[in-house]
Nanobody
């Protein structure tokens, strides 16, 4: 089992930055794929970004490309990050960290989920 805990959310003005962290316990991210998803009020959960822990290969949803960066701390293998720059009001959502062993962008492919952290971007 993997327990995931997100941190780093908050309130920021448009154009600002936040860095989200995802800490794993129970086991490390080794051999897994770590992803970030978000869910805005009244909307479905949306894929944001993912990284293969083994080779660092990344994927992003088009709306965040060039603004968000997903990364991993390969030294400790239990912490991942989502650096969010040039934030926009439409980025406002609860952001969830997830982990799974299957490649893909769909939420059902991820076996483990954190509790979520709120990101609010004011205009």
């Amino acid at each position: 089992q993997v327990q995931l805990v997100e941190s780093g959310g908050g309130l920021v003005q448009a154009g600002g930055s936040l860095r989200l962290s995802c800490a794993a316990s129970g086991r490390t991210f080794s051999g897994l794929r770590m992803g970030w998803f978000r869910q805005a009020p009244g909307k479905e959960r949306e894929f944001v970004a993912a990284i293969n822990w083994s080779d660092g290969n990344t994927n992003y949803v088009d709306s965040v490309k060039g603004r968000f960066t997903i990364s991993r701390d390969n030294a400790v293998k239990n912490t991942g990050y989502l650096q969010m720059n040039s934030l926009k009001p439409e980025d406002t959502a609860v952001y969830y960290c997830a982990a799974g062993s299957t490649y893909g962008l769909r939420s059902y492919l991820y076996d483990y989920w954190g509790q979520g952290t709120q990101v609010t971007v004011s205009s």
